[in-house]
């Protein structure tokens, strides 16, 4: 393979410029694929078959990353992206290819990722679970920063490759009734006496409307306070406030929060503090595929790992005999226990546990029978605990995935057991990002 630039240590090419850099393929993540010094060079935002001068950001020992300093030869598929801060802010990083090509993007490299570490795929994915292409999100965490020489507080996304903010006037991916508020938050902020002492903003949409949980380092003044219920009344907020030791106050509206699960009638209340799946609709379409592909009936008696807050713990409760949910934390036991009385579900038991611990399978709620198993663990996976959900011999497994690389790790230790992969699909739980959910059914 042509090397574009030669250097005797590994290091030295770092912010060198590379002339006509043809790229190759595409990597799962949607990255563009070069080589350079014959090792792979990673390229935000480059699609195959481009030449592109490339300025070398990290050149190691088995892998480069560069970025685009100048488009010679474009793609056909290339579009000219929706949202004016997309060339600088970090959160987004495909919309410069349409949604139908980013689906087609994430379920190459899923298949990929298959065959490469779990060593099966099957010969197709099952369809994508999709929905809106934007305006989809009902969370979000916006960064804050007192500059001393302007003496303003600026909030935003962090730059691309940077901790640095994003002057944010607009985010097409959030939910129109939270990106309305993005600016006139801006001067509402640097009117507070404390805005040198705030930590971060959240935004989140729940069914009592916008919700505003600002973090804070000090304590909030009584004249903060009035502004913030002002502002609240301005704009119909749901308004808290959390210190450093992450007590949650609420300023203004509602202090009891919740969201529907509409085709179980379920109500999950929440924490403005809790994890939300940030897509309200794909998250509905995922957990009716999640019991589809269970398979459910009044016989069954059902382990939700990694609950939370009972997303799919107490749906699966309408249609099985029994669930149990456990979780790692004790706050999400008992927000699942209290959705599970508020919904009138009396055949559900959440408890808590480290289901990395090597004790698991001693622990009461583990002696149980179970027939089926559902997981949905964070990035990291569930490597620790896939053994002991093997050792229950449960007809279906359904795993829900945040990253693919792990998931497939993971799968190997099913595949070994003699379980099968029946199928496996995407969730566009985070269109225009590179960002994959996806979900995997084992049947032994």
Known sequence: ??????????????????????????DHQGRGIAY??????????????????????????????????KINQA???????????????????????????????????LLSLFNRFAGQAPLQLAPPVI???????????????????????????????????????VCPVLLPEL????????????????????GHIELIYADQGVVVLLRHLKALSGTDLELIK??????????????SSHALFC???????????????????????????????VNQKMVAQALNWLDLNKNDIVLDLFCGLGNFTLP????????????????????????????QLDNVAFYQADLSADDVHKQQWATQKFNKVLLDPARAGALDCMAFIASLKPSHIVYVSCDPVTLARDSQILLEKGYKLEKLGLLDMFPQTRHMESMALFVL
Not at 1 to 18: G, P, V, Y
Not at 182 to 193: D, E, T, Y
């Open 316 to 343: 699966i409760a309408t249609k099985a005999q029994a669930v149990v949910g456990v979780e790692g934390i004790q706050k999400m036991v008992e927000r699942g226990t209290e959705n599970a009385s508020l919904n």
């Open 1 to 26: 393979m042509a090397q574009f630039f030669k250097s005797a240590r590994t290091n030295s090419a770092k912010n060198h410029i590379l002339k006509n850099v043809q790229v190759e393929k595409l």
């Open 75 to 109: 793609s056909a598929l290339r579009i000219d992206a929706l949202c004016p801060h997309y060339n600088e802010c970090g959160g987004c990083h495909l919309q410069h290819v349409s949604h139908a090509q980013q689906i087609e993007i994430k379920s190459a490299g």
């Open 131 to 169: 929905d809106k292409a934007w305006a989809y999100r009902r969370t979000a965490r916006f960064g804050l920063h007192y500059d001393k020489k302007s003496r303003r507080l600026e909030m935003g996304f962090r730059r691309a490759l940077s901790n640095d903010l994003i002057d944010q006037k």
């Open 179 to 198: 990106e309305r508020l993005i600016l006139p938050l801006k001067p509402f902020l640097n009117s507070l006496q404390s805005k040198m002492d705030l």
């Open 36 to 69: 350079f010094q014959n090792k792979p060079l990673f390229i935000e935002g480059a699609l195959s078959g481009e030449l592109l001068d490339i300025q070398i950001l990290e050149n190691k020992k088995r892998y480069s990353k560069g970025v685009i300093k």
């Open 230 to 243: 002002l502002f609240s009344e301005q704009h119909q907020l749901n308004f808290f406030t959390q210190d």
């Open 251 to 281: 300023v203004s509206g509602n202090d009891q929060l919740s969201y529907q699960l509409t085709q179980w009638q379920s109500t999950l209340s929440f924490s403005a503090s809790d994890f939300l799946q940030v897509n309200i609709n």
